[in-house]
């Protein structure tokens, strides 16, 4: 079994050398696609020194789609098994890449994608499928990745990942996580809160996220209402929610919220671009 990487670097700070340092060794190549607006040469530099290493500047930030899917053409020109897919602040748990071998062999027919587990210490055995899984950590399979449209670059940023898994679901393909392997990764600037006894975490994501987040929703759910209707629902009511009651700059968030659904309505897509 041949395992290629991509991560995508946005703007990174030195710490992402240590991260990505957790899986390197493990890869038949690391493709570092970079997708910054600003260049950290010392990251750049430090990364470079790895053999295995093929880093490729897009030149700025034009999305995490076009990033990934510029990284999983270069995998499969290079013929391998799996694409391992990470976060530039992620952390991979190199001492289970035996368990996730297992199941890579064991379900290989069955799913396009098998990943790991978010910040859990869950110790029970077992491959749990699902609907939708977040990008990092995601080891797609080369040949089942080649018989769809593959990531989608006027979606740029959010609903990405979702997006991908739609397309191996409608080809009979399944996607689903190692419950017993845990990824160490953070998303946005997460807040924990007690609602009714129960806890919520406020993600406090960079504003422009709100854009991207509820045009790309809205869009995906309009063309298929079945698939993305429990995800949608969820970030339309309480994603919201979260927002009003412990997120600051409400105002300004909300009116990014309005601002990507009715781009979404028009058939808007692309990077952000300032009020028409």
């Not at 696609?33 to 034009?62: A, H």
């Not at 739609?166 to 080809?171: D, G, K, L, T, W």
């Not at 924990?192 to 995906?220: C, E, F, M, Q």
């Amino acid at each position: 079994m041949i395992i290629d990487g991509v991560v995508v670097l946005y703007n990174p700070d030195n710490k992402v050398v240590e991260n990505i340092k957790s899986y390197q060794s493990f890869l038949h190549k690391l493709f570092v696609i970079d997708n910054s607006t600003s260049y950290n040469e010392e990251v750049i530099n430090k990364l470079k020194e790895y053999p295995n290493v093929i880093y490729q500047s897009l030149d700025g930030n034009k999305g995490i789609a076009k990033a990934l899917k510029e990284g999983l053409e270069l995998s499969i020109k290079d013929k391998v098994d799996f694409t391992l897919t990470m976060d530039q602040d992620s952390i991979f748990p190199t001492d289970k890449l035996d368990i996730v071998k297992t199941y890579l062999e064991k379900y290989t027919t069955e799913y396009a994608i098998i990943g790991l587990n978010f910040n859990s210490d869950s110790k029970e055995a077992k491959l749990v499928e699902e609907q939708f899984l977040l990008t990092s950590g995601n080891f797609i399979r080369n040949e089942d990745y080649q018989k769809i449209e593959g990531f989608k670059e006027e979606l740029f940023i959010d609903w990405v990942d979702f997006d991908l898994c739609e397309q191996f679901y409608s080809i009979g393909k399944k996607v689903g996580y190692i419950n017993e392997v845990s990824l160490l990764h953070t998303m946005g600037n997460p807040e924990s809160h007690n609602l009714l006894g129960k806890k919520v975490t406020a993600l406090n994501h960079p504003l422009i996220r709100y854009y991207y987040r509820y045009r790309n929703g809205l869009y995906l759910y309009k063309r298929n209402k079945k698939f993305f209707k429990k995800k949608y629902k969820h970030d339309i009511i309480i994603d919201r929610i979260k927002i009003l009651l412990y997120e600051k700059n409400k105002h300004a968030k909300f009116k990014m919220i309005r601002r990507g659904r009715k781009d979404a309505k028009r058939n808007i897509l692309g990077p952000y671009k300032e009020e028409r």
